[in-house]
């Protein structure tokens, strides 16, 4: 059996039945097999980035590694953004690279590029196989270690002459052990009994829950520790569905661009629950600052991100699901601090100035909300309307909103989009994009085209980056500078020349007329909405600021 059968059958092992990638040289062995085997479902894509973010949209919206596949050299170089914005986030993901002959490695050889090495920084782990025996043993720690403990990226590098050396049989490993890799899942009944502590002698507590929540399967168990202690929730961008937006006790985002009730609430707080949350720069602010008069309990399956950048006084290393069913808490109401948050919520409102002239941008996702009551997965690009997305779609479950997070990576939602359409091909699957941040993967329009993938793309349309746009006026004296990114493109024109529906929407009448027919139309289609060039994303917390510090644009 030839190495690239080997790996075929041990990704089958593994229940991989979709790979993202594109096809060159040293790994056209691996290409000749998929010929023959057709159990798994080869994504043909317009470019390798594309591969990459479409593995972590199907990661992040399945629950389950995505894996995406490239050539050696500039193949295996154009994954690593999109590796970088998978590890950032804690996305299990396998990217398979080819490599020139274990012979030819260090000469120069033509395509090669140590790619272990480039993306050391930015996985878990990588393998550089060096033998064909190895193999099954290697994609068995891979998919281990991607999916267990904190999630993220594994890289396997596979020289061409693995591919096609043979062996007469072999055994896929049944279980695991890696020495110093063993994941904490059982938080210490010590430090659980401390938070239980803290938790039922508070008075103003609040939870702030970030994306583990969700890479945990947590979302259950959270509810139901709400709903018994009453303590009002935020999350994070990438915890957003980690509860349901529509819940009581849901008071939004914090941060840059969270609710301002939900970063009073923070700042009042005299108990911050932190659940699977990191503390990022753009939560926090001024970590000087950041909740003052808050003691803190950090659970987090990661050790290494306990009091990495806020001194915490409980910490719990393990699983947020193990442990939040073991936060054995009394019944309590907190009515006086509840009532509180809700007064917040009343006095400052999220606020647009709407008219009949203008297509706000916030009103046209209160529209998709509307005609998709939670139901649809939603992705984004970076940039306003993914701030805007954030505040005014509803996510009711989790999986259902897929962002880059930490890298704020451009030109992620689309082809994101694609891999979780791939991986739920019964799901309305809608990305919001900037009319900046589509153009960077827009070729992968014609791999939607090409397998029937019908994703929507909603543009919103104001002729310039809208986010550097605003960031100029606010903080370079209106000083604009190399924004203007598309004033004579006919996005309409594209997407019908790759064979996709088009659409425009130049007036507010006929924003839910064409949504609802872009939305039943069974085919990829694109929505080119013409938005003001000037709306803001408010709140906002410049940078380095306190969270109570707070622009809201309406001086």
């Not at 798994?40 to 399945?62: C, F, K, P, W």
């Not at 007469?168 to 890696?178: N, S, W």
């Not at 803001?536 to 410049?542: C, Q, S, T």
Request: charged residues 20%.
């Amino acid at each position: 059996m030839k190495g690239s059968k080997i790996l075929l059958e041990c990704l089958k092992k593994e229940g991989v039945n979709t790979i993202f990638g594109y096809p060159g040289a040293v790994i056209l062995p691996l290409f000749d097999e998929l010929i023959e085997d057709k159990s798994i479902n080869m994504v043909l894509v317009r470019h390798e980035q594309g591969a990459a973010h479409m593995a972590d949209g199907y990661a992040r919206s399945t629950g389950k590694a995505g894996v995406c596949l490239a050539t050696s050299g500039p193949g295996a170089t154009n994954l690593v953004t999109g590796i970088a914005t998978a590890f950032m986030d804690s996305i299990p993901l396998v990217a398979l690279t080819g490599q020139i002959p274990t012979s030819l490695i260090g000469n120069d050889a033509f395509q090669e590029a140590d790619i272990t090495g480039i993306t050391r920084p930015i996985v878990k782990h990588s393998y550089i196989v060096k033998s064909v025996e190895d193999l099954p043993q290697i994609i068995k720690h891979s998919f281990h270690i991607a999916q267990t403990g904190r999630p993220g990226p594994v890289l396997i590098d596979l020289p061409k002459n693995i591919l096609v050396e043979e062996i007469q049989d072999f055994t896929y490993p049944e279980t695991v052990d890696l020495r110093g890799y063993k994941p904490k899942y059982e938080g210490h009944k010590l430090q659980i009994k401390k938070a239980v502590d803290l938790i039922e002698n508070a008075k103003r507590p609040l939870i702030y829950a970030g994306g583990g929540v969700i890479s945990s399967g947590a979302a259950d168990e959270l509810l139901k520790f709400v709903e018994k202690t009453n303590i009002p929730v935020t999350t994070t961008l990438l915890g957003l569905g980690a509860i349901p937006s529509s819940h009581p006790l849901f008071i939004g985002m914090l941060g840059m661009h969270g609710t301002k009730y939900a970063n009073y609430a923070v700042q009042e707080s005299d108990l911050l629950i932190a659940i699977g949350a990191r503390f990022d720069d753009r939560v926090t602010g001024n970590v000087d600052d950041f909740a003052p008069h808050a003691k803190k309990i950090h659970i987090d399956i990661d050790p290494a991100a306990i009091r990495k950048i806020i001194t915490v006084d409980v910490p719990i290393v393990g699983d947020a699901k193990n442990i939040l069913r073991e936060l054995n808490c009394k019944k309590t109401k907190h009515s006086e601090w509840v009532e509180q948050i809700y007064k917040w919520k009343e006095q400052y409102p999220l606020y647009y100035k709407d008219n009949d002239e203008e297509i706000k941008p916030q009103y046209i996702i209160e529209k998709v909300n509307e005609l998709t009551r939670g139901n649809a997965i939603i992705t984004t690009e970076v940039g306003q309307h993914q701030m805007w997305a954030a505040q005014y779609y509803k996510v009711e479950k989790p999986r259902t909103f897929l962002t880059s997070g930490g890298l704020g990576t451009m030109g992620y939602g689309f082809p994101a989009a694609i891999g979780a359409q791939a991986g739920n091909p019964d799901k309305l699957v809608i990305d919001f994009a900037g009319d900046g941040s589509i153009q960077m993967n827009m070729q992968e329009l014609a791999t939607a085209v090409s397998y029937c993938l019908p994703v929507k793309v909603i543009i919103f349309n104001n002729g310039c980056l809208g986010m550097i746009r605003q960031f100029q006026e606010l903080f370079f004296n209106k000083r604009y500078c190399h924004i203007c990114i598309c004033k004579d493109i006919d996005f309409v024109k594209i997407a019908e020349g790759y064979g996709a529906r088009g659409y425009r929407i130049t007036k507010k009448s006929d924003v839910e007329t064409v949504l609802k027919e872009a939305f039943e139309f069974n085919g990829p289609a694109l929505i080119d909405c013409k938005i003001p060039e000037e709306e803001n994303v408010w709140p906002m917390v410049a940078a380095g600021n306190a969270l109570s510090k707070m622009m809201d644009g309406m001086a």
